[in-house]
Structure formats: C-alpha cells, structure tokens
C-alpha cells in the first residue's frame, strides 16, 4: 500500500508542478518574449505556436495530477473520517482544482480562437494594436486575464496541499483525532458523575 500512496503522491506533485509551472513560464516567457518580435503580425502566431507545442504535454500533466488526487483522495478517506480539519481541506482542495480545471479549458479555447485569427497586429498576445482587429482584441483581453487566473488556482493548490501534508504529521493526526471526538470526555464525565451518585444513594440506602 505505502509504494502505492507514493507512486499516487508523485503523479499529484509532479502533475501540479507542471501545470502551475507551465502556466506561469506561458505567461511571462512565451507572451513575453513574443511581445518583443520585430514584426507586429508575427508576434500572436509565435506565441499561439509555443501554446500549441505546451498543450499535450499540460493536458497529460493535469491528467496525471487528477489520477494522484482521486487516489490520494480513496486511500485517505478513513483518516478524513477520523480526523477533525480534513474533510474541510479536502473540499477547499476540490473546488480549486474544479475552478482551475474550468478556466484553463475556458483558456484553451480563448487560445484556440487567438490561433485562427492568423497573424493581425497586436502589441502583444495579450495586448492588441490600434489596427488589430475588434473581435481579436476582445479574446487578448479575456487571455490577459485568464493568463494570470491559472497560475494564482494551482498555486493555491500547491499551499492547500502543503497544509494538508502538515496536517499528516503524527502530532497533527493526534490533535485532529481528539478534536473529532470531542464530545467524549464530556460524556464520559456525566456517566462518571452519575455513577458516582448512585453509589451514594445506595450507601444512604444501607
């Protein structure tokens, strides 16, 4: 089971890495050196071209990523159970990686419409000219934002897991398990309280 847990703990990380990296790279790196092409009208086939070359190898990372999270998410369902904290993490993990799923598809096709529009001058791949056409300039302006949304999700979803690791620590478990079964103590105290008086009205009785 730990070989397992751990082949499921490399395709999480690894994926992760990948996608939050190769976001991050895409914005600063690919749009930005193609922002300082000579040509105007080359500048967005360069970069659509640098996209393009990412996606498969992005789109195998995700998949690799969301395979390690439903493992990890199987195999540490008892201690989600068990441990007080988790369960919340774990839907907060969730939600990121369902919003960062949605924008970078919804990134994917701005991109796609970006590739078609053929080689108009712009200022940048997100930053059109004042000749590029209306309809072009809209989807950089949609890019321009979406650019910045992928790398900020994955990069919560890189500090969400590392909370979540923290919270696998022994001491962290301890605690965690305690705070799940709170109410014990206090129950345990009442039936102790009642015992107590009832041997009490049994000696009076005697």
Do not use: C
């Amino acid at each position: 089971m730990s070989e397992r847990h751990t082949t499921l703990r490399s395709m999480h990380d690894l994926g992760l890495a990948a996608w939050f990296g190769g976001s991050l790279m895409g914005a600063l790196g690919v749009n930005g050196a193609a922002a300082r092409i000579d040509d105007s009208t080359q500048r967005l086939p360069v970069a659509s071209a640098g996209w393009a070359r990412w996606t498969p190898v992005n789109a195998a990372a995700i998949g690799a990523h969301l395979a390690g999270a439903v493992g990890e998410l199987v195999t540490e369902s008892p201690r989600m159970a068990r441990q007080a904290g988790v369960g919340k993490a774990s839907a907060v993990k969730t939600g990121l990686t369902v919003a960062a799923l949605a924008v970078t598809g919804y990134s994917r096709l701005v991109g796609m419409r970006l590739e078609k529009a053929g080689g108009p001058p712009v200022m940048g791949t997100t930053e059109p000219h004042q000749h590029t056409p209306a309809n072009v300039a809209a989807s950089q302006r949609q890019m321009k934002m979406l650019q910045w949304a992928i790398p900020a999700l994955t990069g919560a979803l890189v500090v969400v897991t590392a909370y979540m690791g923290e919270q696998q620590k022994p001491g962290q478990v301890f605690r965690g398990m305690l705070n799940r079964a709170g109410g014990m103590p206090k129950n345990l105290g009442k039936v102790a309280a009642m015992g107590a008086a009832g041997r009490s009205l049994v000696g009076a009785a005697r």
